[in-house]
């Protein structure tokens, strides 16, 4: 089963097309997706702007990052969980988003920016814990995960547009860039 034809069978699904017709659900949830993302990337803006040296400097790293990534955890799963349901309400022509494909490839490089240098601050940080201007490779953390969460942002907005999708006749690269199918479902 390909993904575009699992994607077809959850829009089959009477809880999808009760979502996506729903009047209040679904302007509910994505009011929600939006406002949990400020809890999420409000908090963690803060722990990229120590890290770049740019704020909170006479503030322990280790400190910043043991107050702020609780409320950062959960604002990631509030926003994970209504994510999912968005996806759910339109899976087909989502997945066939040339930015949505783009915004779960940046979800997938911010985390693995954040797993690296969760790794490095475990090993290094009694070092530098303190300085008011982290060392380069913790500055360089703190700037890819800043720059993957705003195009997270712009590429969830811009979503909503159907400037790249699948039957407006596109380029040849833009249709395979976003997975149109020969024959449109
Ligand atoms: C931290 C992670 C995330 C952030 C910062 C984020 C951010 C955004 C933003 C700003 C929008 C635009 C909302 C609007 O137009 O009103 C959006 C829309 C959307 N997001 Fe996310 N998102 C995140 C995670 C996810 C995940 C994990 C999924 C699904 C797997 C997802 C699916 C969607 C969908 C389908 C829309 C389009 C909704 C629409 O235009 O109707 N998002 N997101």
Redesign the pocket.
């Known amino acids: 089963m390909s993904l575009l034809s699992f994607c077809e069978w959850l829009a089959s699904t009477r809880w999808s097309i009760d979502l996506h017709e729903s009047l209040y659900m679904y302007p509910l949830i994505?009011t929600t997706?939006?406002l949990s993302?400020l809890l999420?990337?409000g908090t963690v803006l803060f722990v990229d702007l120590r890290l770049l040296g740019w704020t909170l400097r006479d503030v322990p790293v280790s400190e910043v990052v043991g107050r702020i990534i609780p409320w950062a955890v959960a604002g990631?799963g509030i926003?994970?969980l209504t994510?999912?349901l968005?996806?759910y309400a339109i899976p087909v022509r989502?997945y066939l988003s040339i930015f949505?494909r783009i915004?779960m490839i940046m979800?997938v490089v911010a985390g693995v920016s954040v797993w690296t240098f969760h790794r490095y601050m475990n090993r290094t940080a009694a070092a530098w814990d303190r300085d008011p201007i982290p060392p380069p490779r913790a500055r360089l953390a703190g700037a890819v995960s800043l720059l993957s969460?705003v195009t997270?942002?712009v590429t969830?907005?811009m979503?909503?547009y159907d400037w790249f999708d699948c039957d407006r006749g596109q380029s040849a690269f833009v249709s395979w860039a976003a997975g149109c199918p020969a024959e449109l479902p």
């Open positions: 994505e997706h939006v993302l999420f990337v990631f926003v994970s994510g999912f968005l996806f989502t949505f915004k979800l969460w997270v942002i969830g907005r979503i909503a």
